[in-house]
């Protein structure tokens, strides 16, 4: 497989998202479908997609994980939050991400987030839960 940050949008909207997809049936009623036959509600969205259908469907809250580490995580970190900040949607988002360089940066340069705690800086090694916020967080 090739790694999404390899790909640009383009590339993947044109990607049939429910290929793989299995019905109760046991049927695979998409995986034939291939560029234009695919249709809109099979492709993949942005974020600012998703954030335009949630926000004109209710007030929602949002948990953000970025997976990636190094500079293409930090640069994640600098899009996610110049995209919260425009849309007014900072007190409404957690932030995180198990990269501790990722985390550390978001909490350095963003203190006005509020940002999950990864398990292992809030809770034993032993202990597996949720993610909660971090001390700090706003």
Do not use: W
Request: proline share 8%.
């Amino acid at each position: 497989g090739i790694p999404v940050r390899d790909k640009t949008l383009a590339e993947l909207k044109a990607l049939n998202m429910a290929a793989q997809f299995v019905n109760d049936a046991g049927e695979m009623p998409y995986a034939d479908l291939h560029g234009a036959d695919v249709p809109e509600e099979l492709r993949i969205l942005s974020l600012d997609e998703v954030l335009d259908y949630l926000t004109s469907a209710g007030d929602y809250r949002y948990i953000i994980e970025i997976k990636d580490g190094g500079d293409v995580g930090l640069a994640a970190a600098d899009q996610l939050y110049a995209t919260l900040k425009e849309r007014g949607l900072l007190d409404r988002v957690i932030i995180g991400s198990f990269r501790d360089e990722v985390a550390d940066y978001i909490t350095a340069n963003y203190p006005d987030t509020h940002r999950f705690c990864p398990i292992p800086h809030c809770f034993p090694a032993s202990f597996s839960g949720p993610p909660r916020l971090c001390p700090d967080s706003p």
